[in-house]
């Protein structure tokens, strides 16, 4: 389960790491996994470890700190543009306009959102971060029942009420592949099967995917705050 977890979520190691590394810190989020899964909770154990272990090495990959600034750069620019022309046009805005917007041509914007779903640096835990700030709701916490903790419990509710309704925003090709290879437990080459579309395809479909998830989420966050 860790070695096909971290498989899959980090394609490409960074230079800085070996793959040793990086199952080491998933085999720790199963450990943690196993002694915090409550059978009682209406949840598969192998639903709860794979969200705490892909959760590790994600915590592991911020620490370290490898991606280039050029590309987190690229990254919040992206970010930006999405979140701009959704609102000027109240929709989710085509690759053909975020290309424009960006003075790229179409070829030029697809290798930049290949780059940036190849670094690790997006994927759909990261898309319950609140904003900017330090406060996280991962994967791994809307999936448990607190139920001892009636605040936590709310807020996590709402959570997934907020997931659902971003989810159900996106274009059909990018909620497929989030539902295909979060849900379905599908790799991306497996998507692209599915699809009949090239992994790299894939890739592009679920940067534009979690770049829209985390706009959605951060709005609505600060309507919900």
């Known amino acids: 389960?860790?070695?096909?977890?971290?498989?899959?979520?980090?394609?490409?190691?960074?230079?800085?790491?070996?793959?040793?590394?990086?199952i080491s810190a998933g085999a720790m989020g199963l450990i943690k996994a196993v002694n915090?899964?409550?059978?009682?909770?209406?949840?598969k154990f192998e639903t709860y470890a794979i969200a705490l272990i892909?959760?590790?090495?994600?915590?592991?990959?911020?620490?370290?700190?490898?991606?280039?600034?050029?590309?987190?750069?690229?990254?919040?620019?992206?970010?930006?543009?999405?979140?701009?022309?959704?609102?000027?046009?109240?929709?989710?805005a085509t690759e053909a306009e975020v290309a424009a917007e960006l003075n790229l041509e179409t070829?030029?914007?697809?290798?930049?959102?290949?780059?940036?779903?190849?670094?690790?640096l997006l994927s759909f835990e990261e898309v319950l971060i609140c904003g900017d700030s330090n406060e996280h709701l991962h994967i791994s916490?809307?999936?448990?029942?607190?139920?001892?903790?009636?605040?936590?419990?709310?807020?996590?509710?709402?959570?997934?009420?907020?997931?659902?309704?971003?989810?159900?925003?996106?274009?059909?090709?990018e909620r497929l592949v989030i539902s295909l290879y979060y849900f379905e437990g599908l790799t991306f080459k497996e998507v692209g099967k599915t699809l009949t579309i090239s992994e790299s395809r894939v890739y592009q479909l679920h940067t534009q995917a979690v770049i829209r998830l985390k706009g959605y989420l951060q709005r609505d966050d600060a309507l919900f705050q």
């Open 54 to 92: 892909r959760g590790a090495i994600l915590e592991m990959l911020r620490e370290d700190d490898w991606v280039p600034r050029s590309v987190r750069d690229r990254l919040k620019l992206l970010e930006r543009t999405y979140k701009e022309l959704e609102r000027r046009h109240s929709r989710p």
């Open 107 to 120: 070829e030029e914007f697809q290798k930049l959102l290949l780059e940036a779903g190849r670094s690790s």
């Open 36 to 43: 915090q899964f409550d059978p009682g909770r209406q949840v």
């Open 141 to 173: 916490d809307v999936l448990q029942d607190e139920t001892a903790l009636p605040a936590l419990e709310l807020e996590i509710h709402e959570r997934k009420r907020m997931l659902g309704k971003a989810i159900d925003r996106l274009p059909e090709r």
């Open 1 to 22: 389960m860790v070695k096909i977890t971290s498989g899959r979520v980090v394609s490409n190691i960074p230079p800085s790491l070996e793959r040793e590394d990086i």
